[in-house]
């Protein structure tokens, strides 16, 4: 029995969504219900194709379906960067000083503010909830991967390079070490305050950061330590970005000072891996099915569906999946699909 399906989230899911982003509650999905509220209206739109491309973002819902509530949620933002709202970030270099005179030499950290107009696009808001984490179906990487199988189905709505904001290491309250050593000086705002008021507006940061090299050398050893390292509570995460195909941008959020991880779209094995199909039938003894995830767009809400279900290459363009998972999404032979075929990208 099929026990988890993903599907693009509703105005239905707000109590769902918001319990979720009770787990996370950062700028892309703050513990806050007129945000979910405005953001699930404008999934809907991004899915129905009435926002326009570069101001779209997805949210999709894992649901158990035996349950009858959310295990977890992921997002696509399809461009960071636009001219009303530019992409931000704290770009980190290396400056070496040496003086002979003394025979000093000192390495240090820089960062420096910078500013995408025409930014990537942004996979975020990942979370699962914590009753779910360590299931057999591996959850976590379903509700992420399906982000992947998203746009490469849709890859002219998408920029070229693909980005990842990771959480960096936090201090117990969830304050961040960056941040009070120096976003804290130049706005006088907490970090949830500065988090909160970045959700709606970021041209404050624009407007107060100091726009020359800020030398990291003068902030606290707690905040130097923490510059472009990736949390325990995200260590999975990059393992699996690394796995296909992002690296550390050195570059982080001028916020929390998560490290940004990036990659070319076309680079990503998750998007290469992903194609469109016409369902041949019902898989037969004897075919050797591999765990795919398969996925139906609709012309009308729910928008889009998908599973993990057995499935089998039949031809170039064509596959045959498990009668359950069929009947599951409504389909019939000649039906087109979305498919990604796991195995490679489950045994790690």
């Given at each position: 029995m099929i026990r988890y399906e993903i599907r693009a989230a509703s105005a239905d899911d707000e109590e769902s969504l918001l319990a979720l982003a009770r787990h996370l509650d950062t700028v892309n999905l703050p513990h806050d219900r007129e945000h979910v509220r405005r953001l699930l209206a404008h999934s809907d739109r991004s899915f129905?194709?009435?926002?326009k491309p570069r101001f779209r973002r997805y949210v999709f819902l894992l649901w158990d379906l035996e349950q009858r509530r959310a295990a977890g949620t992921s997002m696509i933002v399809a461009q960071l960067g636009r001219r009303d709202a530019p992409y931000i970030y704290l770009d980190v270099l290396d400056d070496e000083k040496y003086a002979a005179a003394l025979d000093k030499h000192f390495h240090h950290t820089v960062l420096r503010l910078g500013f995408s107009y025409a930014g990537p696009t942004e996979i975020g808001g990942l979370i699962v909830d914590p009753e779910y984490r360590g299931a057999k179906e591996r959850l976590g990487l379903l509700i992420s991967y399906i982000r992947f199988a998203y746009i490469a189905a849709h890859r002219d709505l998408f920029q070229e390079e693909i980005l990842a904001e990771l959480l960096p290491p936090l201090e117990p309250d969830g304050t961040s070490f960056v941040w009070e050593a120096f976003g804290r000086r130049f706005t006088g705002m907490t970090?949830?305050?500065?988090?909160r008021l970045s959700s709606e507006d970021k041209t404050f940061i624009r407007d107060l950061f100091p726009r020359g090299d800020i030398y990291a050398t003068l902030f606290s050893s707690e905040a130097q330590a923490v510059i472009g390292k990736v949390g325990p509570q995200t260590k999975g995460v990059e393992k699996m970005l690394r796995r296909v195909g992002f690296r550390y941008a050195h570059r982080i959020d001028p916020f929390d000072g998560g490290p940004h991880f990036v990659a070319p779209a076309d680079e990503v094995t998750l998007i290469r891996d992903t194609r469109r199909a016409r369902v041949a039938g019902w898989l037969e003894p004897g075919d050797p099915p591999t765990t795919c995830l398969v996925a139906r767009e609709h012309p009308a809400p729910p928008w889009f569906v998908a599973l993990a279900a057995p499935c089998a290459p039949s031809g170039e363009e064509a596959v045959?999946?498990?009668?359950?998972?069929?009947?599951?999404?409504?389909?019939?032979r000649g039906d087109e699909v979305i498919v990604l075929p796991l195995a490679d990208h489950r045994k790690h």
């Open positions: 129905s194709g009435a926002e970090y949830l305050e500065a988090d045959r999946i498990s009668a359950e998972a069929g009947e599951q999404l409504g389909l019939a």
